[in-house]
């Protein structure tokens, strides 16, 4: 879309808030105030009381553009009751994007007079002409335009068929061998079939067999008693009998 052609036509600018702004306060919060100026045309925002650093505005303005300007210049100050009020900064915003394609939502950058960081400002710039069509703007494809004939069809043709059409015959499977009977379930096997009969072999062995008749004794000593006898009631053993003799004294 063109941008010329723009004297005359309205810029809508909105003063969003302020973000990261230079403090000029020692004790309380500053009260910052945004003034926009194009051309002799000028506006200002009310004082964002104790908005401090991060003020908020949201504050709509028109402006009259002029053919050939494409600059916005702002000023941030601080409201001061008593004495004269602080400067901010300042900074200057490009209206090319507004311009161009109708719309521009950035934060501009804000010096000091001795060109240091001083914040930003959130500005919206809205300009509905260009959303316009230039006269002079062409179309990136022409419009669709049906083709002649039958307005029903569709605008491609049918792909072919990749598959062979079907055949109007009916193909069954074969019918099964005479020797084979197909209704009988399970088919006769051709190995000899081996019963298993569980129940020639008995288990547990029957009550006369078990359990096992005692083994005789192989031993050639005659077995002794259990317990034991008693043992004899002498105890302890008597003195040994003979002489005994005495050592000498000492």
């Known amino acids: 879309m063109s941008i010329t052609g723009i004297h005359g036509q309205l810029l809508e600018v909105t003063v969003v808030s302020g973000y990261k702004l230079k403090d ?10 945004v003034c926009l100026e194009y051309g002799s045309t000028k506006f200002r925002t009310q004082t964002c009381t104790d908005g401090g650093k991060n003020p908020t505005f949201r504050e709509k ?22 004495s004269v ?4 900064g300042s900074g200057k915003v490009q209206l090319h994007r507004a311009l161009s394609t109708g719309f521009d939502d950035s934060c501009w950058p804000l010096q000091t007079k001795t060109g240091r960081n001083a914040g930003e400002i959130k500005l919206i710039l809205y300009y509905p002409e260009a959303r316009k069509a230039s006269p002079f703007y062409a179309p990136s494809a022409p419009p669709y335009v049906p083709p002649p ?21 009916h193909y069954y499977p074969p019918p099964p061998p005479a020797s084979v009977n197909p209704y009988s379930y399970p088919p006769s096997s ?16 029957p009550p006369a067999a078990y359990p096992p008749s005692p083994y005789p004794s192989t031993s050639v000593y005659p077995q002794s008693p259990y317990p034991p006898p008693p043992a004899s009631s002498y105890y302890p053993p008597g003195p040994y009998s003979g002489s005994y003799h005495h050592p000498p004294p000492y």
């Open 190 to 205: 051709p190995y000899p079939s081996y019963s298993c009969d569980y129940t020639s072999s008995l288990y547990p062995p």
């Open 61 to 82: 303005f028109m402006f009259t553009l002029i053919e050939g300007l494409r600059e916005l210049n702002i000023q941030v100050w601080n409201s001061n009751t008593l």
């Open 24 to 33: 000029t306060e020692w004790i309380s919060r500053q009260d910052p105030y």
């Open 149 to 169: 004939g039958n307005s029903h069809a569709p605008p491609y043709p049918a792909p072919a068929s990749s598959y062979p059409p079907p055949s109007s015959a």
């Open 85 to 88: 009020d602080d400067f901010i």
